[in-house]
């Protein structure tokens, strides 16, 4: 009997041509045949719909990277009209983007800008968590119930076997190209419920809200790709050992000090893993007789640290600052357990933006109960540290960093287990950090003669005055610091690159958020939080939610996650922005989250609703609001 393509196969077995092509090696070979490539496609688009509803999209810098000659897209198989791969509203003549629209989303419009900034004389708010109706509660437990019988040994078991395989084509789905704005989908079918997947051979463009690229540097094309392309002649692709074995470049030292001078600290160590950064750097800063004390949500890295430590464990509820003080109270009296002899060292562990609930911690207060208790505070920002404030810093690249005194770095780098054991932090993710975190901060050029070519020829311009050493601005990058060899595009300069990233992500972030609200879902997290989590409850509509958002007209691609990342009762989708997406992207979501919704009874959150259409015309009102009623 022939196999028959499961009903989750998103697009038939049949295989079709690519929607990448090869070019030959000197069709772009100049700035004058590329531009007339995007003049080509234009023409091509305008004859395609009759007006001019889109325009090509191509890198217009000063230099195309390898990677972008060798593949481009072949537009004889985009859709020009689904607003993916070319914008739907065409630049005016006076509008000129340094991006790739696919990558980083074009957007002129100033209204479209927001700075997250905590008020000063303001109490930290936080958003209070609505519960879904008694029915919804009901309904998600007895949806459990059918596969009980079937359990032979744990929970767990039964949860993988009789649900997670069941909606499994909605996890780990593979993907190609630059994880931006959009992404490309390896589409595949399973014939056997999931248990295996089969590739079609076909790829499907999509909009891409859930990768962590907070402020959109994770790009083929630009300044941080140009950069990148240099260390990688310079330096290859390898460090070839551990920090503590030769494996310590000049490019680690110049990063943990541009780190350092960012955060206003006296040192930084970087690590080649955002997970080993918490896990291996935890038991060098407390042991038996310590006393950890995490909030109830921390990420498993956090806990894995803790674990291999030795150390005590206290949890407290999430983010209850009460719950917190009463807490130290206890354990400061009672001291260690049998003995009551005092703790050697108190360790408070809370993460800036929770990753699966999208709340911040409430560090104003935290740091008042530091000065009336004494203890110390560890905060992980793998999430708040490129994505919140005027100054945010998300680098684009992987890895992880811990800031503090030169004393207590210094320990670290000796007694962390990731300088003996772990491989260094490669030469391309390095230079990738540097020149992100040089576009975010701006540059101070000095006033002597520079060594790079680029520094020389951006001295000669008028934008860029001589600045002395002595005039320095806090927190901006000294071209002294940064790799002599690297190129630097003037958007570097004065950070105005920097700044446009951060202010278009809090606009995505606070539309997205209060767009949802006022559409009625139940939503977790801050106002000003990239990440969105939409309560689904009910777990079998995860799998409904994934696949109706990447089956539309214009394919999304969302994250799902349920137990155990969750309580059992509070599936959820996860929204990760960026400042790469415009602000019709976010327009794209709602809408789509308004039809899906209805279908899926996902409207319980209580409070005034307004239209779709209405939101979406009243985007900057409804942004600009103070508090959203």
Not at 125 to 143: A, C, G, M, R
Not at 283 to 293: H, R, S, T
Not at 589 to 615: F, T
Request: with cysteine; aromatic share 8%; hydrophobic share 35%.
């Amino acid at each position: 009997m022939p196999s028959i393509p499961s009903p989750i196969a998103l697009n038939p077995a049949s295989p079709s041509k690519s929607i990448f092509k090869k070019k030959s090696t000197s069709a772009m070979s100049t700035a004058a045949s590329y531009l007339s490539a995007v003049s080509e496609a234009d023409a091509r688009a305008r004859k395609h719909g009759g007006t001019p509803t889109s325009t090509p999209a191509l890198s217009m810098s000063s230099s195309i990277t390898a990677s972008s000659e060798d593949t481009v897209l072949d537009e004889s198989n985009v859709d020009f009209a689904d607003g993916l791969a070319y914008p739907r509203v065409p630049p005016t003549s006076d509008q000129v983007f340094t991006t790739v629209h696919s990558e980083f989303g074009h957007c002129a419009n100033e209204q479209y800008r927001w700075t997250s900034q905590h008020r000063k004389g303001h109490p930290y708010k936080s958003i209070p968590e609505q519960d879904p109706p008694y029915y919804i509660l009901l309904t998600t437990y007895v949806s459990y119930i059918p596969g009980l019988r079937r359990v032979n040994s744990d929970f767990d078991s039964f949860y993988t076997r009789r649900l997670k395989l069941r909606i499994d084509d909605c996890f780990s789905h593979p993907v190609t190209g630059v994880p931006g704005r959009t992404i490309v989908l390896l589409d595949r079918y399973s014939s056997d419920y999931n248990k295996t997947m089969v590739p079609t051979g076909t790829r499907t463009r999509a909009l891409n809200i859930s990768s962590y690229n907070y402020l959109g540097f994770a790009q083929g094309s630009g300044p941080c790709a140009d950069a990148v392309e240099a260390s990688i002649e310079k330096y290859g692709i390898g460090a070839g050992g551990t920090r503590l074995e030769g494996g310590t470049l000049d490019l680690h030292q110049q990063t943990e000090a541009l780190v350092a001078r960012f955060l206003g600290m006296e040192d930084s160590l970087v690590s080649s893993m955002g997970f080993a950064t918490n896990s291996t750097v935890i038991p060098a800063l407390v042991n038996k007789g310590c006393l950890v004390i995490s909030d109830e949500l921390n990420h498993a890295s956090i806990r894995f640290g803790v674990r291999l430590s030795g150390a005590n464990v206290r949890m407290f509820k999430h983010n209850d600052m009460k719950a917190l003080e009463n807490l130290l109270r206890e354990v400061i009296s009672q001291g260690q357990p049998k003995t009551h002899r005092p703790w050697k060292k108190i360790l408070l562990i809370v993460e800036g933006l929770f990753s699966m609930e999208g709340t911040m911690a409430n560090l104003p207060v935290i740091m008042e109960l530091k000065k009336k208790y004494k203890f110390y505070l560890f905060v992980d920002e793998a999430h708040s540290v490129g994505a919140l404030g005027p100054h945010g810093r998300s680098f684009g690249a992987a890895g992880g960093y811990i800031a503090g005194s030169k004393t207590l770095i210094d320990r670290l780098r000796l007694q962390g287990h990731s300088g003996a054991y772990a491989e260094s932090m490669t030469p391309p993710v390095l230079t990738q950090i540097i020149a992100s975190m040089a576009s975010i901060m701006g540059i101070t050029l000095p006033s002597e003669k520079p060594s790079s070519p680029s520094l020389a020829l951006l001295r000669s311009s008028d934008a860029a005055p001589y600045i002395s050493e002595s005039e320095l601005i806090p927190g901006t990058a000294p071209a002294t610091a940064l790799p002599s060899w690297m190129p630097i595009a003037p958007a570097m300069i004065d950070g105005s690159d920097g700044r446009t990233r951060l202010h278009r992500l809090a606009f995505n972030a606070r539309y997205l958020n209060r767009g949802l609200r006022k559409l009625g879902f139940i939503t977790y997290g801050n106002d000003d939080s990239p990440v969105v989590p939409l309560l689904l409850f009910h777990p079998g509509k995860m799998a409904v939610f994934s696949r109706m958002m990447r089956t539309r007209a214009t394919p999304i691609v969302v994250v799902v996650v349920a137990y155990p990342a969750t309580p059992l009762v509070t599936s959820r989708v996860r929204f990760c922005l960026s400042s790469a997406h415009t602000k019709e992207d976010i327009d794209t979501i709602l809408r789509a989250c308004d039809e899906i919704g209805e279908v899926l009874d996902l409207k319980q959150a209580s409070g005034e609703r307004w239209p779709v259409e209405e939101i979406i015309s009243r985007a900057v009102e409804l942004v600009q609001m103070p508090e959203m009623p």
